[in-house]
């Protein structure tokens, strides 16, 4: 059984994003890539390191499937979630959808999936499934995996069931479009200034500015944190620039999505935030790869270089949240 995918799957650069994508274009909704992840308030920042960690980890975005809810309250859609711990339930669940001819959303270990090169376990993975027959089934991910993809049922079984961090119990989920959506220029001001609120306020430490700044204090103890530099700092690099973020943590995306809203908003501080955004996703490439050639060379003055450029990204990003905090919702 299979969704009409050809007409659903457009690869994007973020799993959760082309999941969606694919989710909302079957109910007839199209929105850019970067239009879901900004109404979605789905950037942020994260420094994460731990003891079941080899190494420190950065993230760009909320955590997995937070950016789903806040899109699905944001546009009034009917987000239906399901989660289990039978393996068998959680087949039937998604069986049914896709045999009624809807895509569904899955959260799981993408380090299963048959067509993933890198074996690495993420248990924040998203795809859409649109199809599957006897021995496969058929996602659609991110442009880096390939697009429309398939991989076989216990491949994906495996990846369901995994548990550690970020996974889910086998969670699946779909989207319902009431009629009558609000218009999109009507709800971006509140989900900028939600994503800002969020960014400039955090919890913790580790989180929003001020998680850049505690990264620019850390970074330079990489070399001795890690057990095998060469191997570790390219890695983080490498998560940073190419695994399904678009590159700079996020900031393209959430640079792209400033830019159309400055099309349907007319407001200074929207259009400095722009800009802002655009400069920092240019020093987040630029930190990448300065943390590759300290990998490569084991030299900590490039790890120097790249805590400096960290400590401007957290001015230039709180300067632009601010910003942003202060439109008019």
């Not at 990264?215 to 057990?227: F, G, H, Q």
Request: charge should be negative; aromatic fraction near 8%; proline fraction near 5%.
């Amino acid at each position: 059984m299979r969704v009409q995918e050809v007409m659903l799957v457009e690869a994007g650069e973020h799993c959760e994003t082309t999941a969606l994508g694919v989710l909302l274009r079957h109910q007839g909704i199209e929105l850019s890539e970067a239009m879901i992840f900004g109404l979605g308030s789905g950037l942020s920042f994260v420094y994460w390191d731990s003891k079941s960690f080899d190494f420190p980890f950065l993230g760009g975005r909320v955590k997995p499937f937070e950016l789903a809810r806040n899109l699905a309250a944001r546009l009034g859609l009917e987000l239906d979630v399901r989660e289990t711990s039978s393996p068998a339930k959680a087949w039937a669940n998604v069986a049914a959808s896709v045999d009624a001819g809807t895509p569904v959303g899955l959260q799981l270990d993408s380090y299963y999936l048959d067509y993933f090169t890198s074996k690495v376990h993420f248990g924040g993975h998203i795809v859409a499934m649109i199809g599957y027959d006897a021995n496969v089934a058929r996602l659609a991910d991110t442009r880096a995996q390939g697009g429309a993809v398939t991989t076989s049922l216990a491949g994906l079984a495996a990846a369901r069931a995994a548990r550690g961090p970020m996974t889910a119990r086998h969670r699946s989920f779909t989207i319902t479009a009431p009629h009558g959506l609000p218009p999109v220029e009507e709800r971006v001001v509140p989900a900028i200034i939600a994503c800002a609120q969020a960014f400039l306020h955090p919890p913790i430490a580790n989180l929003g500015y001020r998680g850049i700044e505690k990264a620019s204090k850390l970074v330079p103890t990489w070399i001795e944190r890690s057990t095998d530099p060469q191997r570790d700092l390219p890695q983080a690099a490498l998560l940073m620039e190419k695994a399904g973020t678009g590159g700079a943590l996020f900031r393209n995306l959430y640079r792209d999505f400033l830019g159309e809203c400055t099309r349907l908003v007319d407001n200074a501080d929207l259009r400095t935030a722009h800009a802002l955004y655009g400069e920092a996703a240019a020093l987040w490439t630029e930190v990448a790869a300065l943390i590759t050639r300290a990998g490569e060379s084991e030299d900590p003055q490039c790890l120097a270089k790249a805590a400096d450029q960290l400590h401007d990204i957290a001015q230039l990003e709180h300067d632009a949240m601010t910003k942003l905090s202060r439109l008019a919702g």
